[in-house]
């Protein structure tokens, strides 16, 4: 038991690095495609680098916020959550220790260990650290890494404004007539970028990842455009 609870926790320690890095790629995607489609409606409406600008910068603040906003709320009540059943496994600990070691030995013996074995694993987890070993086999849940709702939200409001940042200079820099163009390029370029990364993380189909990325992208700044032209034409 002494290696397996290392290798446990360094693989614990490595799929939260996958979690926190696939929602830093998604962010950021969100922030490419909901401002490129923004600041490319602008663009089909107007030719005013100003009002694209100021479009482009009030949507990354809005996005990037909101999104910030929301992490924060949903990530507070899977903490809130953690906590609440740590809480209970503890009393049930303190009140009934027999039941809560012959649950563990279930628990273990369910996962594909003998009954002999699976009950001396947990008598030695049960010695070593009821709690913990009741909140990782049961729950799943590592009572030393409860979700940080403002790590999670700072995060999601940094991978959101760098992924807005790129349609946003790629529509402001250049001139008039390239200012689609050169933003559709770049966002195509980008979004290609993170249907590989999230496909890699993932374990999924890159092609496919990248054709749904981009795909998804494109239809959402055709709309948008479509919208603005018509607007500014009416």
Same mark, same amino acid.
């Given at each position: 038991?002494?290696?397996?609870?290392?290798?446990?926790?360094?693989?614990? %320690?490595?799929?939260?690095?996958?979690?926190?890095? *696939?929602?830093?790629?998604?962010?950021?995607?969100?922030?490419?495609?909901?401002?490129?489609?923004?600041? #490319?409606?602008?663009?089909?409406?107007?030719?005013?680098?100003?009002?694209?600008?100021?479009?482009?910068?009030?949507?990354?603040?809005?996005?990037?916020?909101?999104?910030?906003?929301?992490?924060?709320?949903?990530?507070?009540?899977?903490?809130?959550?953690? *906590?609440?059943?740590?809480?209970?496994?503890?009393? %049930?600990?303190?009140?009934?220790?027999?039941?809560?070691? %012959?649950?563990?030995?279930?628990?273990?013996?369910?996962?594909?260990?003998?009954? %002999?074995?699976?009950?001396?694993?947990?008598?030695?987890?049960?010695? *070593?650290?009821?709690?913990?070993?009741?909140?990782?086999?049961?729950?799943?849940?590592?009572?030393?890494?409860?979700?940080?709702?403002?790590?999670?939200?700072?995060?999601?409001?940094?991978?959101?404004?760098?992924?807005?940042?790129?349609?946003?200079?790629?529509?402001?820099?250049?001139?008039?007539?390239?200012?689609?163009?050169?933003?559709?390029?770049?966002? #195509?370029?980008?979004?290609?970028?993170?249907?590989?990364?999230?496909?890699?993380?993932?374990?999924?189909?890159?092609?496919?990842? #990248?054709?749904?990325? #981009?795909?998804?992208?494109?239809?959402?700044?055709?709309?948008?455009?479509?919208?603005?032209?018509?607007?500014?034409?009416?």
């Amino acid at each position: 038991m002494t290696d397996d609870a290392p290798r446990g926790a360094q693989s614990a %320690e490595i799929s939260t690095r996958l979690n926190w890095l *696939r929602a830093g790629v998604l962010g950021a995607n969100d922030g490419i495609i909901s401002t490129a489609g923004l600041v #490319v409606g602008v663009a089909g409406a107007t030719t005013s680098r100003a009002a694209i600008l100021t479009a482009g910068v009030a949507g990354l603040l809005a996005g990037s916020l909101s999104m910030a906003a929301g992490e924060y709320v949903s990530v507070s009540s899977q903490r809130d959550s953690e *906590r609440a059943a740590l809480e209970v496994e503890r009393r %049930e600990l303190a009140e009934d220790p027999d039941a809560e070691l %012959e649950e563990l030995t279930g628990l273990l013996e369910g996962r594909g260990l003998s009954r %002999e074995v699976a009950r001396e694993a947990a008598v030695q987890l049960t010695e *070593r650290d009821a709690l913990r070993a009741h909140a990782r086999v049961e729950l799943g849940i590592n009572p030393d890494e409860l979700a940080n709702p403002w790590h999670a939200a700072f995060a999601s409001l940094v991978a959101f404004t760098v992924g807005a940042v790129l349609p946003l200079l790629a529509v402001v820099l250049p001139g008039p007539s390239w200012r689609v163009p050169v933003t559709v390029a770049a966002v #195509v370029a980008a979004l290609t970028v993170c249907g590989v990364v999230s496909a890699r993380l993932g374990g999924a189909a890159r092609r496919t990842a #990248v054709l749904r990325n #981009v795909g998804g992208g494109t239809l959402a700044m055709a709309v948008t455009y479509g919208v603005g032209t018509w607007l500014g034409t009416a």
